[in-house]
C-alpha cells in the first residue's frame, strides 16, 4: 500500500490528452512539500520529468506538465505519441517519515 | 554532469548481508540529503533510507529498520547501504539518488536473495 495514490493505469490514443492523479496527505503534499513525477521504461531506470511541482529538467518535452492543489498533484500529457508509453510515479517527501514516498505507478497505455 | 554509480549488488543467500556503494560526482556531495530506493521486479518504487549532510541524521522504511544501515563517506564522495539479515523480499533493484533540484538518480545495482 503505497502512501500516494495513482490510479493503476490511464490511456489515450495518440494526439490525445491524459492526465494522472496523485493524492496525498497533510504530512506529504499538503505540508507541503513538492511533488516529482518520473516516467520508467520497462528495464531502465525512473526518468525525471517534473520537479518542485511544475518544472521540467532540461531534454523533457513541454508535452509535460505538473501541476499541485492541496494534498494532490497531477500530470497532464499532451499530443500523445506512443514512446510515452510507460509507467509513471509521482513522488514526495513525508515529515512523519522523515523520508521520500512514493506513487504505486500508473501504467500509461497509447491505444 | 552529476553522476551516480551504485555498486556491491549480487546473489546472496537469506540471512546473509551485502553492502551497497555509490559514488557520486559532478556536484557537491556534502551539500546535499541522500536517499536509497529499491524496486522489486514487477514492482513499483519504494523508498528505502536516507541521510542528512554529515550522517548525524538517518531514516528507514520500517521494512529494513534494524536491519540496514545508510551511511557516507564525504571525504570519498560515496554513499553506503550496509544490509544485513536479508530476506527473499529484498530482492530488488537497488537506486541511490540524490535530493536536489532536480533529484538525481543513479542506474541502479540489481540484488538477489535466493537460496
Known amino acids: 500500500q503505497s502512501v500516494l495514490t495513482q490510479p493503476p493505469s490511464v490511456s489515450g490514443a495518440p494526439g490525445q490528452r491524459v492526465t494522472i492523479s496523485c493524492t496525498g496527505s497533510?504530512?506529504?503534499?499538503?505540508?507541503?512539500?513538492?511533488v516529482y513525477w518520473y516516467q520508467q521504461l520497462p528495464g531502465t531506470a525512473p526518468k525525471l520529468l517534473i520537479y518542485g511541482n511544475n518544472k521540467r529538467p532540461s531534454g523533457v518535452p513541454d508535452r509535460f506538465s505538473g501541476s499541485k492543489s492541496g494534498t494532490s498533484a497531477s500530470l497532464a500529457i499532451t499530443g500523445l505519441q506512443a514512446e510515452d508509453e510507460a509507467d509513471y510515479y509521482c513522488q514526495s517527501f513525508d515529515n512523519s517519515l522523515s523520508g521520500w514516498v512514493f506513487g504505486g505507478g500508473t501504467k500509461l497505455t497509447v491505444l | 554532469e552529476v553522476q551516480l554509480v551504485e555498486s556491491g549488488g549480487g546473489l546472496v543467500q537469506p540471512g546473509g548481508s551485502l553492502r551497497l556503494s555509490c559514488a557520486a560526482s559532478g556536484f557537491t556531495f556534502t551539500n546535499y540529503w541522500m536517499h536509497w530506493v529499491r524496486q522489486a521486479p514487477g514492482k513499483g518504487l519504494v523508498w528505502v533510507s536516507r541521510i542528512n549532510y554529515d550522517g548525524s541524521s538517518t531514516s528507514y522504511a520500517d521494512s529494513v529498520k534494524g536491519r540496514f544501515t545508510i551511511s557516507r563517506d564525504n571525504a570519498k564522495n560515496t554513499l553506503y547501504l550496509e544490509m544485513n539479515s536479508l530476506r527473499a523480499e529484498d530482492t530488488a533493484v537497488y537506486y541511490c539518488?540524490?535530493?536536489?533540484?532536480?533529484?538525481?538518480w543513479g542506474q541502479g545495482t540489481l540484488v538477489t536473495v535466493s537460496s
Open positions: 539518488a540524490v535530493s536536489s533540484a532536480p533529484i538525481y
Open positions: 497533510s504530512s506529504n503534499i499538503g505540508a507541503p512539500y513538492d
